[in-house]
């Protein structure tokens, strides 16, 4: 997700995409089957909103 460098920072101090890649890679490392996700590239760049859908389509 590209967020590896603000692993120990907090998610409130992050910025919006930022804080949804959080979520994001929250739910696939906890393993969920299943995510339902409002918008999920609304805040993204396009390089990161292409890899966002790649990896839930999978």
């Known amino acids: 997700m590209g967020i590896g460098h603000c692993a120990w920072q907090r ?3 992050l910025p ?3 804080q ?3 979520a994001s890679s929250r739910a696939l490392v906890q393993g969920a089957r299943l995510i ?3 918008e999920p590239v609304a805040s993204r760049d396009p390089a990161s909103s292409r890899r966002v859908m790649e ?3 999978a």
């Open 11 to 13: 998610a409130c101090t």
């Open 16 to 18: 919006g995409g930022r």
């Open 55 to 57: 990896l839930q389509a």
């Open 20 to 22: 949804q890649r959080a």
């Open 36 to 38: 339902l996700a409002d």
